[in-house]
Nanobody
């Protein structure tokens, strides 16, 4: 059974940093791309960062230069480093994993990030 669990969320002041983790189980983690998403109140969930199985990364423009996605295949874990946080980054952050052979896309339960002074 594939499971994803995010951790590392919290409340920070503008300009602060957080490091989110997404730990997986029940799946050959190294074979699959991982996505980080966020959903702000009243808005749709959006993909903000993506890391392929070969480590290639992509970011949405709003986080480019501030957020960094990485992965440690030995720990079955993906990370999202959030720097220079802004109030508009406030959202629930989710990780997701999917690919051919899995049959469906998997999500974690999410972790809340709140940026406020």
């Amino acid at each position: 059974q594939v499971q994803l669990v995010e951790s590392g969320g919290g409340s920070v002041q503008p300009g602060g940093s957080l490091r989110l983790s997404c730990t997986s189980s029940g799946v050959a983690f190294s074979l699959y791309a991982m996505g980080w998403y966020r959903q702000a109140p009243g808005k749709q969930r959006e993909l903000i960062a993506h890391i392929a199985s070969d480590g290639t990364t992509n970011y949405v423009d709003s986080v480019k230069g501030r957020f960094t996605v990485s992965r440690d295949n030995a720990k079955n874990t993906a990370y999202l480093q959030l720097n220079s946080l802004k109030p508009e980054d406030t959202a629930v952050y989710y990780c997701g994993l999917g690919g051919s052979g899995l049959g469906r896309y998997y999500w974690g339960p999410g972790t809340q990030v709140t940026v406020s002074s």
